[in-house]
């Protein structure tokens, strides 16, 4: 089988280009732009492999999709190709509409193409978007987690521009009988994460004995999800999901920002020789959490019901959430590189 990733460069698709690799029986070609966010040290171990290939394209460049799509003749296609960081979609948020929106639908059309030139294949085709538990917007304290039928309603404009991918997607599907499937995971965490996202930045700031930063009171929640586990659930999407359906990836992981800042203290202090004579006490006595202006629409709470993935195509999250931060953890500080990068 062969599986065409855009963006596997990244954290999340990097990650999943390790585990089906691992797994020696798919033929993978990285199709990455290879931006600031990419990080090719995640797959220098398999660079050279006989059953991987990386083209340098751009996701909006039809014409390089097309003709990638053709030659390698995948049946699989799965999209990690996304501007992903909510700070830099306030500020920029056309970036994000580029690579989100337009990127999804030019990807979209070069598949379209390549079925209609590959008419055997299309039976056997599937199409898998990656999307976020964001586009539905945020949850007030009590409320059931969102479901597969939760409504989208999106808070920044990244957000707002992987909905729009996602109902580009479901008009395609429609109009089109296009053969795809939606996931929407929630937060990431995990080896190879960009050095600019939450768990990354707080890890460097406890090790460089810089001020952690807490957007408002840090009473946000968020669920999140060790990035092992999405891939395997992605891994089991593809390989038993029925084209048209749309899943939730969730970790089981409700925790609040300060919550998670005050665990990783811990592990970091217990694992780091060097901070032997610091405890969590002297950190929160030196004020290192600092509370700093709330970003423009942050949302409250974030946290998604994942039980139909689980009894369709019997997956289930890590429940081991500490030791897969303590692992995190200590990749970092293995390679600090990695958090300063």
């Known amino acids: ?81 996304a501007e992903t960081h909510v700070d830099r979609s306030i500020s920029n948020p056309l970036n994000f509409i ?47 987690a969102f479901t597969e039928k939760s409504v989208i309603s999106p808070s920044s404009p990244y957000s707002a521009s992987k909905a729009s991918a996602d109902l580009i997607i479901k008009a395609w599907m429609r109009t089109y009988n296009f053969p795809a499937i939606i996931t929407h995971c929630s937060n990431n965490f995990g080896p190879f994460q960009h050095s600019e996202k939450f768990i990354p930045t707080i890890i460097r700031s406890i090790v460089n004995n810089e001020p952690i930063p807490i957007y408002g009171d840090g009473k946000q929640i968020r669920d999140w999800l060790y990035v092992e586990d999405h891939v ?59 509370h700093i202006a709330d970003r423009p629409g942050h949302d409250i709470r974030y946290a998604v019901n994942s039980s139909k993935l689980q009894n369709e195509l019997g997956w289930k999250p890590s429940s081991d959430f500490e030791g897969n931060l303590a692992k995190t953890v200590e990749w970092f500080l293995q390679g600090t590189s990695e958090l300063n990068s």
Not at 108 to 126: H, V
């Open 232 to 290: 395997k659930a992605l891994t089991a999407i593809f390989e038993m999901a029925s084209v048209g359906s749309t899943y939730n990836i969730g970790g089981d992981n409700e925790r609040t920002n300060l919550d998670l800042v005050n665990t990783l203290i811990k592990i970091v202090l217990d694992q780091s020789k060097e901070y032997s004579e610091f405890t969590e006490e002297k950190i929160l006595r030196n004020n290192l959490i600092k």
């Open 98 to 144: 580029n690579t989100n929106v337009l990127g999804t639908t030019t990807l979209l059309r070069a598949c379209s193409k390549y079925l209609s030139e590959n008419k055997k294949i299309i039976k056997n085709f599937k199409y898998i978007q990656v999307s976020t538990d964001e586009v539905f917007g945020d949850l007030e304290m009590g409320q059931p």
């Open 1 to 81: 089988m062969n599986i065409f990733v855009v963006g596997g460069a990244g954290f999340i698709g990097s990650a999943f280009i390790r585990h089906i690799y691992s797994l020696d029986k798919y033929n993978i070609l990285n199709y990455d732009l290879l931006t600031y966010a990419a990080n090719p040290s995640a797959l220098i171990q398999i660079q050279n492999g006989l059953n991987y290939s990386l083209v340098h394209g751009d996701i909006i460049d039809f014409e390089k999709l097309s003709v990638n799509l053709c030659k390698f003749e995948p049946n699989v296609v799965i999209n990690f190709a």
